[in-house]
């Protein structure tokens, strides 16, 4: 017989017994669960969150400037949860997911509910469904198209959500649905509804409108806030009531938030630089349903990176807005066919800030589609400026060096200038302002075309020659195609001590410079442009602080295209006009339809950084003695027959080209009319003829009217000048040597 003693330690050990048993029992259970939901896991895996082709090119500030849709249509920019409102996360939890941070992907206690009232009404009434089933409805294809209350496909979401919780953390969870979630029409995630329908950034949401947002996703046909307001208005309102009785906001919050009007305008695409956007996802490789592991969605969420891409530009959204709206304002007034393009950079970052690739990308009249801005062209005159800084650097020539723009050929090769007229002896200076063809030909030739085209292509200028040819004295008229880009970022040397850049549309881009000029040829070459480039002139600011413009005009062989590219200390801006299929414009020149454009976009930049204008140690200001080029100081005052001052580089003061100038010839003088005269014809005579002469010159001289070349005689021989018009003429002889005279006289009483 047992002793209560020996009964007590027995029943200890079979309870001891049962408790183990329970355990290992619960162990196996657990181990054969986990087992279980492994196996699942591999065999259904969870489908890419955002592997459906969607991509939205933003600004530099997250401004959305091109939307490309998914497979499905539907347009989503993916944000993180510290993308957005705090207000948007308080609303968003506190209604639909209050546990949201402790559950592992379903709210036992709300899905117990449901069941319960599934079992007492025989239909399901409340779906229990937490944010992490919401997302798993949001991605899997299986249970878009099933009824969210049927018990097979709620079974579904809760396996899914698991599944989510296991592979993703709870702010990854949270960014697909801020990502994912219906805002009603093809409008899916926060970000692109509080662009779409609110017009501002999901950063930027109020009280009312976080609640708007939040109540959204439960009926988003319904609740469009563009075709119901008052149906949306009320399910804000049940929002912002639930906050108040949860006690997140305070009565009088609440009440300010239901102030706030409910209105948005018509859905509809509204794209900004879409020619940029378009060139984004191409060189970024992004296609419409990219399937790449490496595509960008955000650097803290390396497993939630594929697909719809936002794909960041440096683009300004706010400058690009007004430069399109002026292209737009002026299309009107273009012939038909015509386009216009627009690229403007910050010098410092080499940042594109506005890029309007063509005039109106609504028009496919005007071949809206081809992006003028990486369009290969011909330049026209836009390349002159760097020629004049290279024979700066090589020491040929100062700012007031002798230049001869008269008729001259060059093997064969006879250039004339755009206003079919000559000047006849002119300084760099006004060579370079006046964009005279002769004087720039000449110095091409003496630089080298080769030279040239080489310099040019190490500020990120490639001269597109015809198929076999070689560089040639037509470059510096246009004989070799560029790009308004590469034009732009060689400007950008002027304001930059010499140094050329390449423009920048990815802000992931490096910063890329090169040296193209010296910074004391930029400095006398962006001076010459500005102001004329006499160092003897008074300051005159032409423009607001920093936006002085030196800038230069082009127009290619036959009026096919129109161009002005200007640098201020903190912009380049480059224009061009014409017809992207190449045929004529006549009449389009730079600068009449280009230029005007151009200081429109300039006086629309902002300042920008104040920036010191300081002339650097390599540029000095020289007298010299024109027009032999030389200092006063080698001839002595007494011999020169004019004094100039002129800037000089690296204290190199050349003398004019061989032939050029003669200081041991008499000075050429031009006899037969005297300067101001007024000559009246003979009474009953339509016409005036007259004789003059050239005297003090040898061989061949050139006459001149009004920079027209009337004809070509011996030194030593009279030319007779006829003329049947009354008004005032200018009439210049020239020699071989560049030596001229000219005086000016009028005509009157000539009967018409």
């Known amino acids: 017989m047992r002793t209560a003693g020996e009964a007590a330690p027995r029943g200890h050990r079979r309870a001891a017994r049962t408790l183990v048993r329970a355990a290992t029992v619960a162990a196996a259970l657990t181990i054969l669960a986990c087992a279980a939901v492994l196996a699942l896991d591999r065999a259904y895996p969870l489908p890419q969150a955002y592997a459906d082709g969607a991509v939205v090119v933003t600004a530099v500030d997250g401004t959305p400037l091109r939307n490309y849709p998914s497979r499905d249509g539907i347009w989503r920019y993916p944000v993180q949860a510290s993308d957005v409102s705090p207000l948007y996360l308080q609303t968003l939890l506190a209604y639909e997911d209050r546990w949201f941070r402790w559950h592992p992907g379903i709210n036992p206690v709300a899905m117990a509910r449901a069941a319960a009232q599934w079992l007492m009404s025989g239909h399901i009434v409340s779906g229990g469904s937490t944010l992490t089933m919401q997302v798993a409805r949001l991605i899997d294809p299986a249970l878009a ?18 599944q989510l919780e296991l592979h993703y953390s709870k702010d990854e969870i949270l960014a697909m649905y801020l990502s994912r979630a219906p805002m009603g029409g093809i409008v899916e995630g926060t970000e692109m509804a509080a662009r779409l329908w609110l017009g501002k950034s999901a950063r930027d949401l109020s009280a009312g409108e976080s609640a708007l947002l939040t109540a959204l996703p439960q009926s988003p046909s319904l609740l469009r806030p563009d075709r119901n307001p008052g149906l949306a208005r009320a399910a804000r309102d049940k929002v912002l009531d639930r906050m108040a009785a949860l006690d997140r906001w305070t009565a009088a919050q609440v009440a300010d938030a239901k102030m706030e009007p409910v209105m948005a305008p018509p859905l509809r695409a509204h794209w900004l630089a879409p020619l940029a956007a378009q060139r984004l996802v191409r060189e970024m490789g992004a296609p419409r349903a990219p399937a790449c592991a490496e595509c960008t969605f955000a650097p803290s969420t390396p497993r939630v990176r594929p697909g719809p891409q936002v794909i960041a530009s440096t683009i300004d959204a706010e400058l690009q807005a007004r430069v399109e709206q002026m292209l737009i304002d002026r299309v009107d007034v273009l012939p038909p066919k015509v386009s216009m393009a627009v690229l403007v950079m910050d010098n410092d970052s080499l940042a594109i800030r506005a890029y309007a690739g063509s005039a109106d990308y609504t028009d496919n009249t005007r071949y809206a589609h081809v992006d003028m801005v990486t369009a290969v062209r011909s330049p026209g005159s836009t390349l002159k400026p760097f020629l004049y800084g290279i024979a700066l650097d090589d020491g040929l020539i100062h700012s007031e060096s002798l230049l001869l723009d008269v008729p001259m050929s060059f093997s064969g090769y006879a250039p004339g200038n755009f206003q079919a007229a000559f000047s006849g002896p002119v300084s760099v200076a006004q060579a370079l302002q006046r964009s005279l063809n002769v004087p720039a030909v000449d ?27 070689a560089p040639n004295l037509t470059l510096i008229l246009g004989g070799g195609g560029t790009t308004l880009e590469e034009l732009v970022g060689a400007y950008r040397a002027l304001a930059r001590d010499g140094l050329a850049g390449l423009p920048r549309l990815d802000p992931r881009q490096p910063l890329r410079e090169s040296r193209m000029l010296s910074a004391g040829a930029a400095w006398i070459v962006r001076d010459i442009l500005e102001g004329g480039g006499h160092p003897d002139r008074p300051f005159h600011q032409t423009g607001a602080p920093g936006k002085d413009l030196a800038w230069k005009t082009g127009t290619s062989f036959g009026f096919r295209d129109a161009w002005a590219v200007g640098v201020t200390n903190n912009w380049t801006i480059g224009v061009w006009v014409g017809r992207p299929d190449g045929t004529p414009n006549p009449g389009f020149f730079g600068a009449n339809v280009a230029a005007p454009l151009l200081r429109d976009v300039v006086s629309a930049l902002p300042d920008g950084a104040p920036r010191a204008r300081i002339r650097p140690a390599s540029v000095q200001a020289a007298v010299i003695c024109w027009p032999l080029g030389v200092r006063v100081q080698a001839m002595g005052a007494k011999m020169c027959p004019e004094q100039r001052l002129a800037w000089a ?26 300067q101001g005269s007024v000559l009246r014809p003979v009474p009953g005579r339509r016409l ?19 920079g027209r070349v009337l004809g070509q005689a011996r030194a030593d021989h009279p030319f007779t000048v006829s003329l049947g018009r009354d008004g005032r003429y200018t009439l210049t002889v020239m020699d071989s040597r560049g030596r001229y005279d000219r005086i000016e006289f009028e005509i009157a009483g000539v009967t018409p």
């Open 649 to 674: 580089l690296n204290n190199t003061v050349p003398p004019s080209f061989t032939g050029y100038a003669d200081p041991g010839r008499a000075p050429l003088r031009l006899a037969g009319v005297a």
């Open 443 to 469: 110095l091409l030739d003496r630089v080298g075309p080769a030279h040239f085209a080489s310099v040019m292509l190490s500020g990120g200028v490639r001269l597109r020659m015809p198929a076999g040819a």
């Open 688 to 706: 005036i003829a007259f004789d003059v002469t050239a005297t003090g010159a040898e061989g061949e001289v050139w006459w001149m009217l009004d």
């Open 145 to 162: 198209g099933r009824p969210s209350h049927s018990v097979g496909a709620k079974m579904r979401q809760v396996l899914r959500a698991v």
